[in-house]
């Protein structure tokens, strides 16, 4: 199942670069991401069934926590890709990109999807492989539209990017150095499976070490100040489609490396050495995320702080630990996805009508785009964390656990940032869905693909405020388990 769940988006793009209209295209990438949800979703229930799954000669692998990140993958591509069409194809209407263009996004949109599925499945210390592909591809995509901003943003992107998986590199090699001190020069020393089970071996020392080039390492890719500052740009120039898958699932999996070494690094040395780093760094990015929520101009620079601030909260969700800390920072990992990925959908509605992405220049969204402008405002109090819903719920139970576990300091600082983002962030969202429409914005929606996508994410981001199904509670229980 793990193959063909990792075939299925490389055959899909292949596919989509041999196309010949705009409807074929979009036919085969909507097809591939629907077979890689289903096999996503197989793959899920298989894992919750039967437990841990092996193949590919010890290679690859699913656990609790890896299928959590398929999952999160294949719901966001498949979104992703029913919102695709409609945003693409305005812009194809519209003369913004050509036929040749639109068969190269949707290649690259599809092995973007493969190399993130690779992250979760990988079952060894080529993590850091699989999180580089991502970088490479996801780079093109940054790139499409090939204009100065988008260039300059793709090769800040690169070279940030590059520096911090030079430093998961080191911590990944030290890992290995003292797995293999224990378990010998074999390949069984690379493996999750292997590792995890002797970790309480491993000389704190190096382990301390590795875990700090870990965390500044994937920290970088997963957007944690102060190594976030090639987020902005990327999430601002990149097409709205990618930005979900950025902000959504790219970041996701960069924090998944850093919870996997954080597991084995806390069994050498010690819950406090990590915890208290990925605190630090936690509120660190909440605190820089404030003034610039509260003082941004660009509405997708705005999201793209926003993101830097979630991942602070599952840091902090991991460092205050505890079986609520990690609950909660679990369960905000599927939030912010879902909900980050609706506020970036809601965003290139804007971006497609109003033609700029200036706070300032965009204002009456309720009147001129009633659906979007309802929806940009249920996700905007969503991902500002106001009930009821899901992001309330797991900020709540990561913010209890503070508490219980005796990290005052840092639960108020945690709460009084918070409180400061939402303020700045509905006061920027504001200007923009009330007052009185620009001159010569025509009313109506893009696109009913666009909206078709946002509706699916509305269902989660509600529903998962007021009810959480028993058999998803237990899966994440299932993931705190392999942390823990």
Known sequence: MIEYLLLSPIITGILCYFTRSRKQVETISILGSTITLILGLTLVLDVYRNGIIVTWQNALFADAFSAYIVLIVSIISFVSSIYSIGYMGYEIDHNVIDLKRLKMYYVLFHFFVFT???????????????????????????????????????????????????????????????????????GNALNWTSLIAVAGQFDPMIMKLAFIFILIGYGTKAGLAPMHTWLPDAYSESPTPVGALLSGTLVNCAMYGIIRFYSIATKSTGTEFTSNLLIIFGLLSLGIAVPFIILQEDYKRLLAYSSVEHMGIIA????????????????????????????????????????????????????????????????????????PFGIFI???????????????????????FIIMIFAGFFYNLSKMTFGNPKPGVTPGEVSRWTLGAMMILVVFVIVLGVYIPQDFIQMIHNVVKVVM
């Open 394 to 416: 797991s900020e709540f139970t990561i913010l209890s656990a503070g508490f219980f576990q005796g990290h005052i300091i840092a639960s108020v600082l945690f709460l009084l």
């Open 316 to 387: 902090l969700g991991i460092g205050f630990g505890g079986v609520y800390g990690i609950f909660g920072a679990i369960l905000h990992m599927f939030n912010h996805a879902m909900t980050k990925s609706l506020m970036f959908f809601s965003a290139g509605n804007v971006l497609l009508k109003h033609g700029t992405k200036e706070i300032e220049k965009v204002s009456g969204i309720v009147k001129t785009m009633p659906v979007t402008g309802a929806i940009l405002l249920i996700g905007g109090l969503a991902i500002t964390g106001s009930p």
């Open 116 to 186: 993130m599925l690779l992250v979760g499945v990988t079952n060894n210390l080529g993590l850091w492989i699989a999180i580089e592909m991502t970088t490479l591809v996801s780079a093109l995509l940054i790139i499409f539209y090939s204009n100065k901003a988008s260039v300059e943003a793709a090769w800040k992107y690169v070279i940030i990017s590059t520096v911090g998986i030079t430093f998961a590199l080191f911590g990944t090699i030290l890992t290995y150095y003292a797995a293999v001190k224990i378990l010998g020069e074999t």
